[in-house]
């Protein structure tokens, strides 16, 4: 299991929302993290089932 975090501590008047999705596939957390940052402009941080950070997506901007 690997699961795709994403947050936006500003979201819904400064009390901050979080999105979270489970993937069995490493490599396609991965892809998915990578388009939601660029979609999103928001830092997505990709962890094992151990909540172990595997990597971190910064925020991107287009």
Known sequence: MTIITVSNPTAFSGKGSIIVLEYADEDVA???????????????TVRGEDMGVIETIPATTH
Do not use: D, W, Y
């Open 30 to 44: 991965k892809t998915v993290a990578r388009k939601i940052a660029l979609e999103t402009g928001r830092t997505v």
